[in-house]
Nanobody, 116 residues
């Protein structure tokens, strides 16, 4: 399984950005998929996830601002980020949980920098 991310970059405070993560393989629709992030000098943290049944989970810090969207037909998961803050600056990683025991595969990471 390969996960390829795109969409990171530099954005001003209050702006928006959408990340994409496309997976290889034909069973994407069975996986839980989502996004983690790792701010500078901090541990990796869960941002958002969606199960194959469409159950969504968001961290408190992004709820109401970020939206995770999965497209099974395109084997792609998106992270739509609105009202970005400086504290959203991080490397963002998509993941796939293929067996129900947590992230099994990771994307390469994409940098998101929010400037004031």
């Amino acid at each position: 399984v390969q996960l390829v991310e795109s969409g990171g970059g530099l954005v001003q405070t209050g702006g928006s950005l959408t990340l994409s993560c496309t997976a290889s393989g034909s069973v994407f629709r069975f996986w839980t998929v989502g996004w983690y992030r790792q701010p500078p000098g901090k541990h990796r943290e869960l941002v958002a996830s969606v199960t194959r049944a469409g159950i969504y989970n968001y961290s408190d810090s992004v709820a109401g601002r970020f939206t995770i969207i999965r497209s099974n037909g395109q084997n792609t998961v998106y992270l739509r980020m609105n009202s970005l803050k400086a504290e959203d600056t991080a490397v963002y990683y998509c993941y796939a949980d293929t067996v129900g025991s947590g992230p099994a595969y990771w994307g390469q990471g994409t940098q998101v920098t929010v400037s004031s």
